[in-house]
C-alpha cells in the first residue's frame, strides 16, 4: 500500500502484510484489446515473472497516457525479470482503485496499480515549490511510480515464492524498492532522493494523527529519512550533502548507514538466494 492520506492510509509506496493485503476495487473498465500486443512478458514463451496489464478508460485514461509514454512500469518489469527468475505470471495491473491505493492482492497474485494514486503523485510534484531544472517534477513523479513498482513487486514475491524474513514486511518491501533503485547507479540514486522526498512532503502535507502509531508503515517522515539513508549508506562520500543540518540525515544516524544499507541489500540477497539471475 502507499504513502498515508488524511485518513492514515499513504497513497503510495508501501504494500499491505502478506496475509492481510487488500488490493485495489476492481475497476469497471474494459480491457482496451489493443492492449494484448504490448503486455510485456519476459522471455519469448514464458510464463511467468511480471507482465504490465491497462485498463484504459474513465478515470484511468489519463494515468495509463503517462505510464505507457515514459513506459515506467514496461521497464520497472523488466528490471524485475532480469534480476528475479519467478515460476508464477504476476501482472501489474493499472485501473482505476476509487478510493483503494496500489496494493499487491495474494487472493488473485495481482498488483494493483491505481490511476488515482498516479495523479495524486503527479499532483504533489506539480505543486511543490522544486527549485530545480524545468521538468524536475515530472522526473521526480515517475522515480516514485517506479519505487510504488518494486514496493509491490516486493509483496508479491514474499508471497508467491513464499519468502521468510524478520520485521515489518512494508519496512522489507520499501529496502527492496530502494536496493533496486540505488543498484541503477548515480540515476537510480537521484531516483531514491526524489521519493525520500515525496515522503517529505506527504508528511509535510497530511496532520499526524495518533492512529498512525497503528498502522502497519512506517511514518511518512521516517520513510523519507530511510531512503536518504541508504543512498547516503551506498556511496558517503557523494552524499555528504545529506547529513547534518539542511539534509535528511542526522549525524548520529549517519554512522551507521553504511550497515542500514548493506543489511538491506545483503538481506534481500539472502532471500532470494536461489531465485537471482544476477546480484541486487
Known amino acids: 500500500m502507499g504513502r498515508r492520506t ?6 503510495v509506496l508501501t504494500l499491505a502484510l502478506a496475509a492481510a493485503v487488500t488490493g485495489c476495487t476492481a475497476g469497471q473498465e474494459a480491457a482496451d484489446p489493443a492492449d494484448a500486443a504490448s503486455r510485456w512478458t ?3 514463451g514464458s510464463s511467468g515473472g511480471f507482465v504490465v496489464q491497462y485498463r484504459t478508460g474513465g478515470k484511468a485514461a489519463s494515468a495509463t497516457a503517462y505510464l505507457r509514454t515514459r513506459r515506467i512500469l514496461d521497464k520497472a518489469a523488466e528490471r524485475l525479470n532480469d534480476t528475479v527468475e519467478v515460476p508464477h505470471r504476476i ?3 493499472v485501473r482505476s482503485c476509487g478510493a ?3 496494493a499487491y492482492d495474494p487472493e488473485t497474485g495481482t498488483v494493483d496499480f491505481c490511476a488515482e494514486h498516479v495523479e495524486e503523485i ?3 510534484f506539480a505543486h511543490a515549490d522544486r527549485r530545480g531544472a524545468p521538468g524536475a517534477g515530472d522526473a521526480h513523479a515517475a522515480a516514485v511510480l517506479e519505487e510504488t513498482a518494486y514496493h509491490e513487486s516486493a509483496h508479491a514475491l514474499i508471497d508467491r ?3 521468510r524474513f524478520t520485521g515489518r514486511e512494508e519496512d ?4 527492496l524498492a530502494a536496493v533496486l533503485l540505488i543498484g541503477q547507479g548515480r540515476a537510480g540514486e537521484a531516483k531514491a532522493l526524489a521519493v525520500a522526498e515525496d515522503y517529505a512532503l506527504a508528511a509535510e502535507e497530511t496532520p499526524f494523527d495518533e492512529a498512525d502509531l497503528l498502522d502497519e508503515h512506517s511514518l511518512d517522515g521516517q520513510r523519507a529519512a530511510n531512503y536518504a539513508c541508504y543512498v547516503y549508506g551506498a556511496h558517503p562520500t557523494r552524499h555528504e550533502d545529506l547529513v547534518g543540518a539542511g539534509g535528511r540525515v542526522t549525524e548520529d544516524r ?3 548507514c553504511p550497515d542500514e544499507w548493506e543489511q538491506a541489500r545483503s538481506g534481500w540477497q539472502r532471500l532470494l538466494a536461489g531465485h537471482l539471475k544476477r546480484q541486487v
Open 122 to 124: 503527479r499532483d504533489r
Open 91 to 93: 501482472p501489474l495491473v
Open 254 to 256: 549517519a554512522e551507521g
Open 172 to 175: 522489507v518491501a520499501d529496502q
Open 161 to 163: 515464492l513464499g519468502l
Open 100 to 102: 483503494a491505493e496500489p
Open 6 to 11: 488524511g485518513n492514515g492510509t499513504r497513497a
Open 42 to 44: 519476459h522471455g519469448k
